[in-house]
């Protein structure tokens, strides 16, 4: 899983020190934002900008959907759908609770409904990618030095026998128009 995808996206898995670590970034973001905040109002009476205020707010936005993106995929490696985030609301009990499933608890061994295990996926993307490695291999070795690799059927060449045109075609395009418009021939 790419670094974007754990920090921001919905989709898929991940484990407790994926969560734990992940968590680290909301956590480095809210302490800039309350350093941010003592600086503004040390600095003169007037107090903060409107437009700090903006920027700080923007930050606590970014530190929020990554929050909530984590716990998604958290709840989805314990087998359980993105509701189980209405236990944050539920004062003191609600923190606790997300705090030991989320953070301390394993997940659903092996597949389940929101994807495959992290741990298989890690394996499984390792092998995908040696055997893509191999397969270029095997190509360009079969292509012989000085060759360029056969890139396999063209949708440009029909006769490659890997693309054939649509049923009913007539052609179009600048140099042969269709002789009607639309489905009753006007």
């Not at 992940?22 to 903060?48: K, N, Q, T, Y």
Request: aromatic share 10%; with cysteine.
């Amino acid at each position: 899983m790419s670094l974007f995808n754990l920090l921001f996206g919905f989709r898929g898995r991940i484990g407790r020190l994926a969560f734990w670590v992940g968590g680290l970034v909301p956590m480095l973001i809210s302490i800039a934002i309350v350093f941010a905040l003592l600086a503004m109002w040390r600095a003169g009476p007037e107090g903060p900008s409107p437009a700090a205020f903006a920027l700080l707010f923007l930050g606590f936005l970014v530190g929020l959907w990554i929050t909530v993106a984590l716990q998604v995929k958290r709840w989805h490696d314990r087998d359980k759908s993105a509701v189980w985030l209405l236990m944050n609301c539920v004062p003191y009990v609600g923190s606790l609770w997300v705090l030991v499933e989320c953070g301390f608890l394993a997940g659903t061994p092996g597949p389940n409904r929101y994807d495959l295990d992290p741990a298989d996926r890690a394996a499984l993307d390792a092998a995908l990618r040696d055997e893509i490695v191999a397969r270029v291999v095997r190509r360009d070795v079969a292509a012989g030095p000085g060759e360029t690799p056969d890139a396999g059927p063209d949708a440009r060449s029909p006769s490659d026998g890997g693309w054939s045109r649509p049923a009913g075609w007539q052609g179009g395009g600048p140099s042969n128009p269709p002789q009607t418009f639309g489905r009753r021939g006007l």
